[in-house]
């Protein structure tokens, strides 16, 4: 498979998270923050998709259960 480059993955995060998919989103962000030479351009990415909030899926999770 071949490389993407941050641009790359920056357009896959951009439909992804129009999609509803931010943990995805986010996958593809950290990865071109991760190819990205300056830290403050890759502090940016990460900014435009911060990681999904996991503590409300948790609790949801575990009121289904009860």
Do not use: S, V
């Amino acid at each position: 498979m071949a490389r993407q480059t941050p641009a790359e993955l920056l357009t896959q995060a951009d439909h992804l998270a129009r999609t509803d998919r931010p943990a995805l989103a986010r996958l593809c962000a950290e990865e071109a923050a991760r190819q990205t030479p300056d830290p403050t351009d890759a502090a940016t990415i990460l900014r435009r998709y911060p990681a999904p909030d996991r503590t409300g899926t948790r609790a949801r999770t575990r009121e289904r259960t009860n």
